[in-house]
């Protein structure tokens, strides 16, 4: 007979062999849960430690670190190269603290238009705007950085013939791969159809899609060779054939022509050469300045 324990179990052998069972049972129980979530630990691990899940594939997360070690290897020149604006922007903005110089909204804004930014600004771009204006200011102040009239006279006689503004042309367009489709979408717009819709409908070009389609002004010898020969042949409001090139199938549409005009030796003018010889001179010490920093800094 098999005898009990005053707590119920098994005593003997017998007790031994059902604890063991027991064990082995909960084991394979929590075997089967770890190989059901696998994935969803998988991604548990990389949150818990701190890494940004980026997608999954099949359960398998793909981190942010991943993307990050992928660029790095592909493509270390460029890593390097970011690496070094990283390390410039750190150390400009702490000098431009402790020397209490500050950037207003209103001068981030007017340097982003300067550059042809007038989309909303990023907060990288925002960031490298800012750092461009804080190391203008502090090095024009430190080297006493200035551009005289006789200075901007004499670059504007020097180049006067670049200084005017070419013949422009302003256009829209709609791209897409097949020939087929582009022709369907020229018989619509000749019966009628609103380029700028068709155009955030059927373009691939996914940058100007959502402006319907428009690419702004360019100047001859900004355009594709094919492309500019029909635009700058056609009417205001007028929409061209389908264009041919290596990319696929263009149809375009021209809202604005702009006459070339001779340069002035006008106050605008004189602000936009001012403006680019200050830059000039900052861009000549901007070096050594930068170097000068870089020792005087704990970078490891």
């Not at 007790?15 to 063991?20: D, E, I, P, Q, T």
């Not at 070690?69 to 890593?79: G, N, R, T, V, W």
């Not at 603290?97 to 907060?123: C, F, T, Y």
């Not at 029909?230 to 809202?255: L, S």
Request: charge should be neutral; aromatic fraction near 6%.
């Amino acid at each position: 007979m098999v005898k009990k324990s005053k707590s119920g179990g098994v005593k003997g052998f017998n007790s031994g062999v059902v604890v063991a069972l027991r064990r082995l049972e909960v084991l394979l129980f929590f075997v089967f849960v770890l190989l059901t979530l696998s994935g969803q630990l998988n991604c548990l691990y990389a949150q818990l430690e701190g890494e940004r899940v980026l997608v999954t594939v099949d359960g398998q997360p793909i981190t942010q670190n991943d993307l990050y070690q992928a660029i790095i290897e592909s493509f270390p020149q460029q890593s390097q190269q970011i690496l070094n604006r990283l390390i410039n922007e750190v150390l400009i903005l702490k000098e431009a603290e402790k020397r209490k110089i500050k950037v207003s909204e209103d001068e981030i804004k007017k340097e982003a238009e300067e550059l042809g930014i007038v989309d909303s600004l990023s907060p990288t771009i925002k960031r490298m705007i800012e750092t461009s204006i804080l190391l203008e200011k502090m090095i024009a102040d430190e080297n006493k950085i200035q551009v005289s009239d006789d200075e901007i006279k004499s670059f504007y006689e020097k180049n006067k013939d670049q200084l005017g503004e070419p013949e422009q042309v302003h256009i829209r367009q709609i791209f897409v791969l097949s020939e087929r489709e582009a022709n369907d979408i020229l018989i619509a717009l000749n019966a009628g159809a609103d380029f700028a819709k068709m155009a955030a409908i059927k373009s691939q070009d996914a940058a100007s899609r959502e402006r319907g389609g428009d690419l702004g002004f360019f100047a001859r010898g900004m355009l594709a060779e094919q492309i500019e020969k029909v635009a700058f042949d056609m009417e205001v409001g007028q929409i061209g054939p389908v264009i041919k090139t290596a990319a696929g199938f263009h149809i375009i549409k021209v809202e604005e022509k702009k006459p070339e005009k001779e340069a002035k030796y006008d106050k605008e003018t004189r602000k936009r050469i001012k403006r680019l010889l200050f830059k000039g001179k900052v861009q000549e010490v901007l070096p050594g300045w930068l170097d000068n920093l870089r020792k005087e800094a704990d970078i490891k």
